[in-house]
């Protein structure tokens, strides 16, 4: 009888791991532990430490099959990682003239500015703040401008937190000088020469040009020490909860910060402790996004004020906005496609929270048309609209408000299995993040906004349109800003029915031309036909 890998598998990280992989015969040992992440992003992962890979290639069958299948893959940050061998390499249709020399000059830009390269650039700025002297004393070192630090064994003093009166939130005043602290010898010049990106969400200046020299070594049993942290901590600057766009720039950057981060094999472990730098009760709609990077609760300032607290291990993570930064200040080349990296965090955050996946069959384009029921940017009339393209039998159309009717893992099941996401500009566009590779996004209107999300599809590698005919589309009215003046986002809208059908049509051409739809479709086919 064949034993299957999938749901089958009882090693801790593995289960579920191959949805689209069978292997016969394979005698997993009880013992092995691997972390939990998609097949191709844990053979990169098995490729990065040569002790695991030593460990484990000749344990298992299964295991020599993931490590010789793709023996040379790599992320595309290692020093020694060739272009071949990369996660994936971008692709830049569009033209270079007047931005770069050559092609090749455009694709690698690319890749410096939003892909791996990034990533690459950010490891060799690392440099030590303050240097121990023996393995056990502090550490701290970071990238330019403070945009990532990590330290080991450093104690931060919180005891003046309960006298605030405010809630604390973006505040650059959380530590006083001295308020932060490691044994090791502090490099104060070169400290002093990274604090001009002086802001709340763009690096950790505010924090750590308060740091100063332990007078005493850091440990469990200092007495320094009100709380000992034993457990990896990311400490986080987070932006607004509330707004998908804006909360994802925290999830991109701290996936992103493990890659800066990997110097040990449990990289991806997720037991973590996350702390978001504010007194506010951390609430959002996408809070379970975390359980992606951690098994522990959340905290806040609240749980360590009052007390001084030493870390084993903190991670200063990559900030939502920084300059020249991922996702949100991503200054990105003209005609260029597809980050590998945020490709890999889009499957990263599907497989750890377990969205499920069901591949389209039959040629059916699958439509999620979001309806918003907001003040502004509602579509008027979503159902003329709605009804003319369901004349279409290719199409499988659906209305959905992800704002009220959705769990946060409900919308990713309907997002991941959409194959074109229509909405008005907004947040909830953010879903691009986690459409099919073959997906069409459908902004329907841009609001005079023309880049936020064209420019998110780009790095995704999701094909993007939006209306083309000025004069068939009908604002409610000017639009009239909070705070004075006409502005198109702060307005209501109709749309011409026969020109959105069109561009859906064109949208949908695009998902039938994909290869991977096509492969899924002629697999449904070959299944049904046995």
Known sequence: MEKFLLLSITVTG????????????????????LPDLPLEHLKRYINTFDKVKQQYQNKTELLQKIVQKDNKGCWGHEPDCAKENRFQTPICPGSH????????SQVETFYEQADFGYIKHQIKEMKLMCEPKLITDSSLECTEYMRFCRGRYLMLDFRDLP??????RYHMDVLKEGQIQGYCQLNETRLKSQLDHMGALQSWSPELRNFIESKEPISESSEQCDMFINTPTFLMKIDATYNMYHHFCDFFNLYATL????????????NTQVIVWETYPYDSPFRDTFKA???????????VKGKRICFRNVVFPLLPRM?????????????CEKSGLFRAFSEFILHRLKVPFVAPK??????????????????????ELLEEISKNEDYIVQKISYERELTFLQQLEVTRNTDILIGMHGAGLTHLLFLPEWASLFELYNCEDPNCYKDLARLRGINYITWEERDLVYPEDEGHHPEGGAHAKFTNYAFDAKEFARLVEKAAEHVKAHEDFQKYNQEALTKDEL
């Open 163 to 168: 006298k605030r009166q405010e809630r604390i």
């Open 14 to 33: 593995i289960v579920g791991l191959w949805p689209l992989l069978c292997l016969c015969e394979c005698d997993v040992e009880q013992s092995l532990s």
């Open 259 to 270: 890659f800066v981060n990997q110097t040990h094999s449990s990289v991806f472990d997720r």
């Open 293 to 303: 990077f951690s098994t522990n609760p959340v905290w806040t300032l609240d749980q």
């Open 362 to 383: 039959n040629n059916k384009i699958r439509i999620t048309f979001l309806s918003r029921r907001t003040k502004y940017r509602r579509v008027k009339n979503e159902e």
């Open 323 to 335: 300059i020249f930064g991922l996702y949100y200040n991503t200054p990105i080349i003209q005609g």
């Open 97 to 104: 003239t007047g931005w770069v020399r050559n092609k090749e």
